[in-house]
């Protein structure tokens, strides 16, 4: 993968001559013009790709009863850019930019850099005081205590006490820029300290979670051949459990039918064996007992004969005896008669 050249940030000097009390008040919106003024630097650089310069002189008026006027100049230069060659290749702009081109203005009160280098010097620096639009965030700017001149602190001796003061009030502004600086510097690099653990711990934690990731794709690769193999085991064993289902059942459906066929074929012949056995039984039953009343109707005979032989050599009239006999036994089959159904009357009723 092709890497892009890290973009360089142009050099931006700023410089505040005011009361602190409208430094601190101005902070974001002077911070909101840097940031204005870099990117038209940047628009204007991009395109060509040429160095650029661009100077910027605020004047706040402040009326009232302490008047007073304040002044804030900001340079945005590029890195190449080089003020000399400039100004020889356009002389109008050396005059404006003695005039208009601000000092660079140190943190430490007293100390300064040219802003623009004069030809064939080397290009500024950042100062402390100097930064650029994304790493500034200052709060507090110390302006530059103007002392008074001074020509021989012995013949006024209100002059003398009040250099003595300027120079009492400079050494604590000094102390407390270089306290201010220290800390900007202390917070500065415990910033890069902290993007670097930051970047670190990301790095470890992108490292964690990438073999995490890892772990989890192989993890589920392996428990998908597996479940693959399963899954093919399973059904040939399925399939095999089927085949020898299909196979029990195309064998037991003859065998069923074999085993009714046979079990209907006995039942039938067991019927018929004893229809027979019966219809034997009963026809030989038959003639047997049509046999035994032919032997007996053959005996009464024989003694009805008999008799009649006996009533003849007694005297006795046989057939009037006859007679006598079938009325007596019509007349008790009427009466039996009789008393059946009088027997089956008292029963309904």
């Not at 007293?110 to 950042?126: F, I, K, R, S, V």
């Not at 790095?203 to 093919?232: F, P």
């Not at 059942?249 to 066929?261: A, F, G, M, V």
Request: glycine letters at 6%; charged letters at 25%.
């Amino acid at each position: 993968m092709a890497t892009t050249p890290a973009r360089q940030d142009p050099n931006v000097q700023h410089r505040f001559d005011g009361d602190v009390k409208v430094l601190n008040s101005s902070g974001e919106a002077r911070a909101a013009i840097r940031k204005a003024l870099s990117a038209l630097h940047q628009n204007v650089h991009v395109p060509g790709n040429v160095p650029v310069q661009i100077s910027a002189d605020i004047k706040i008026g402040v009326a009232g009863a302490d008047a007073k006027q304040h002044t804030y100049t900001v340079t945005v230069t590029s890195n190449d850019f080089d003020a000399g060659s400039f100004a020889q290749q356009v002389p109008s702009a050396s005059a404006g930019a003695n005039a208009s081109t601000p000092s660079v203005r140190n943190v430490t009160p007293g100390a300064a850099t040219p802003a623009n280098g004069q030809p064939g010097h080397a290009h500024p620096t950042p100062q402390p005081g100097s930064r650029k639009v994304d790493e500034d965030d200052d709060v507090v700017e110390i302006r530059p205590f103007k002392r008074p001149k001074l020509k021989d602190s012995t013949s006024s001796p209100a002059l003398g006490q009040k250099g003595a003061q300027a120079q009492k009030g400079s050494t604590t502004e000094q102390t407390f820029a270089s306290r201010e600086d220290e800390m900007y510097h202390l917070t500065k690099g415990w910033n890069t300290e902290w993007k670097q653990q930051g970047g670190w711990l990301f790095d470890n934690i992108t490292k964690l979670n990438a073999a995490n990731t890892n772990n989890t794709y192989r993890l589920e690769s392996k428990m998908a051949s597996v479940q693959d193999v399963l899954g093919n085991s399973i059904n040939s064993a399925n399939l095999s459990v089927l085949n020898e289902l299909a196979n029990v059942s195309t064998k037991l459906i003859p065998w069923l039918e074999t085993c009714r066929k046979t079990s209907a074929d006995s039942m039938n012949a067991r019927s018929e064996k004893w229809r027979t056995s019966s219809a034997n039984f009963h026809d030989q039953t038959r003639r047997e007992r049509e046999a035994a009343e032919q032997r007996i109707e053959r005996k009464l005979e024989e003694q009805r004969e008999l008799l009649l032989r006996l009533a003849k050599a007694s005297g006795v009239d046989a057939q009037k005896v006859q007679e006598a006999g079938a009325i007596a036994s019509r007349e008790e089959s009427l009466g039996a008669q009789l008393t059946a159904e009088l027997n089956m009357e008292a029963e309904k009723s």
